[in-house]
């Protein structure tokens, strides 16, 4: 099997894909694309786990516990160590800060949660998944005074400023179907070297057009890399050979 694009973050493990999962994992193998599925607590870090395991290729796994304050879960690094042994598993996250999703007085504990994410990632010298929403400046804050290693900057909605002090310290910063109908994000794609960028689909959430509004899923990543190669003015080959390079290289994975 030879993969052409990989959706560095999706959700398979969900409930939106309880009657149909394996089809739509096929469906994303059988033309071309790998994925990492990214879990928000222990549960979908496990379960993101079992699924890397399942395939021979092309299915990866990254563990965390999610910022925002509605997941029910004190992080346990013992708990997360274990997870970590696996081959699959190509990073740590989604962690990182939610000031969108949050309680009052929830920036504390956000901020710890997230840098004892850092610590394990140091530990493990893995990539962090990050998730930033409405914090991109306490995020960088703590990321220069804590970590050790690189990572992606997921879902990225920050300035062009804010993506260039990503950029600066190694992190890469990738996007979502959100960029083939949002204007906004024309200048920041535009903006982003090409060993810098990645695609993502973030599925089931946000499917890119012409599939808006339905579930979203990892081979719908092609329309995001189309609408790269359009920003861009580069051809789709250029920007898939591009893509696929990063991620091995950020991810460390051998496609
Ligand atoms: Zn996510």
Redesign the pocket.
């Known amino acids: 099997m030879s993969f052409r694009r990989i959706d560095i ?1 999706a ?1 398979l493990n969900f409930s939106a894909y309880n009657a149909d999962r394996e089809e739509v994992i096929n469906r994303a193998l059988e033309g071309g694309t790998a994925f990492i599925n ?1 879990g ?1 607590d222990n549960v979908t870090s496990r379960e993101s786990v079992e699924l890397a395991n399942k395939y021979e290729k092309g299915v990866y796994a990254i563990v965390g516990r ?1 910022p925002a304050d509605n997941v029910d879960e004190i992080f346990d690094p013992a708990k997360y160590r274990e997870l970590l042994k696996h081959p699959k598993v190509v990073g740590i996250g ?1 962690c990182g800060l939610d000031y969108f999703h949050i309680l009052p007085g929830g920036a504390e504990k956000q901020k710890n949660t997230f840098i004892a994410q850092i610590e394990l990632a140091n530990e493990f010298s893995k990539p962090l998944m990050l ?1 930033v929403r409405d914090a991109y400046d306490d995020a960088l804050a703590i990321l220069k005074s804590h970590a050790n290693v690189v990572g992606d900057v ?2 990225f909605a920050g300035t062009i400023e804010q993506a260039r002090a990503f950029l600066d310290i190694g992190y890469t910063l990738s996007f979502t179907g959100v960029i083939t109908f949002a204007k906004q994000y024309e200048e920041l794609v535009e903006f982003v070297p090409l060993d810098m960028i990645q695609a993502e689909t ?1 599925c089931p ?1 946000v499917a890119p057009a012409p599939y808006r509004g339905k579930r979203n899923e990892p081979s719908y990543v092609s329309e995001v890399v189309s609408k790269i190669s359009q920003i861009k003015k580069l051809p789709v080959d250029n920007i898939e050979k591009a893509l696929l390079i990063n991620a091995k290289r950020m991810f460390g994975i051998d496609l």
Do not use: I
């Open positions: 973050h959700h990214v928000t999610h989604e998730h997921h879902f973030d959430f």
